[in-house]
């Protein structure tokens, strides 16, 4: 039986911390991402709130073994604070892309509601949107050409006009997946060789274990790159933003993905 996907070690799941400590996490991981270092006048700035608010946040995840911190010194995320970091910063950017690109949101508004959202939101929905963000955008049945028509309701003002009500009335919700053959252009991650990168698409795998990877982090759009082949007794290993996670074989050949040149 497939036993989904997992870091190894046991992730600290999000919602542990209030959102303003995850926050600190995610910033400090980020601005190790941009400048290589976080410093905490840095951390600040981003934040919007004074040193002495941040060296009061840092001495609360220090103490939890989340980051390392001395006066005047960097700040360091443990492996513990960096694991939980990425998760929260991979739900972080999907969001933004389901606002974004599904939703219309405008750029601002969706950074703004993706960080207020992606504390909040349980593994079971956050699995569910996943799944809507790869119908409507790869699915034959729904596809670009609904999602342009929602766009041109959105940037006409007319989302509860008749014309509007007229096209939604025509709309038929599908969940079935479309055979794999329509899939163009899309391969098994359990095809890839050490070294070689994907962008996830679609996960074409039962819901349970579907929660799972997404989760995890397997979210739609995220690069994954294989870093270990299944073998006998081993799982398949990917990194995703730095973390590693052990699939399955079984559902490596379910999680579909776009092959990106070497």
Known sequence: ???????????????????????????????????????????ATRKGVSNASVSNALARLARDGFVVHEAHEF??????????????????????????????VSPETAETDACAIEHQVSSETLERLASFYQFVCSCPRAGTGFLEAFAACCSSGRKGSDSADSLCAQCK????????SQDLGLVPLASLSPGE???????????????????????????IEVTRSATEGKAMRVSVQGSQIDVDPQLASGILVRRLAG
């Open 75 to 104: 700040v360091e995320l443990t492996d513990r604070g960096a694991e939980l970091a990425r998760r929260v910063l991979r739900r972080h950017e999907f969001l933004i892309l389901f606002l974004r690109d599904v939703l219309q």
């Open 1 to 43: 039986m497939p036993t989904g996907s997992k870091s190894r070690g046991q992730p600290t799941p999000v919602g542990t911390l209030s959102e303003s400590l995850e926050d600190y996490l995610e910033i400090i991981l980020q601005l190790q991402q941009e400048k290589r270092v976080a410093r905490v006048r840095d951390i």
């Open 173 to 180: 919700v599908v969940t079935a997946w479309p055979s794999d």
């Open 197 to 223: 990168t994907g962008v996830l698409v679609r996960l074409s795998v039962g819901s349970p274990e579907r929660e799972r990877l997404v989760d995890a982090g397997l979210l739609p759009n995220v690069r």
